[in-house]
């Protein structure tokens, strides 16, 4: 058995309707879609590697740098 102390934090998941044939583009699309229309709070993503962690932290905020000040 393993102890974990600390807070414990609601969890949300989501998962696609239907398989995705370009997973990657769906994480990008989704992470947009959920700061878009969700309230604040963080968005854990797993992916394979480092450089495409940090592919999608620049995917990403490209993205969101062009939908204008309505979202933060």
């Not at 229309?37 to 993503?45: A, F, H, S």
């Amino acid at each position: 058995m393993i102890d974990v102390p600390g807070r414990m934090f609601d969890v949300q998941i989501n998962y696609t309707e239907a398989p995705e044939k370009d997973y990657y583009a769906a994480v990008i699309r989704t992470v947009c879609d959920i700061h878009k229309n969700e309230g604040p709070g963080d968005i854990l993503v797993f992916l394979t590697g480092e450089e495409e962690i940090e592919n999608a932290c620049y995917d990403t905020n490209e993205e969101i740098s062009h939908m204008g000040s309505s979202v933060g």
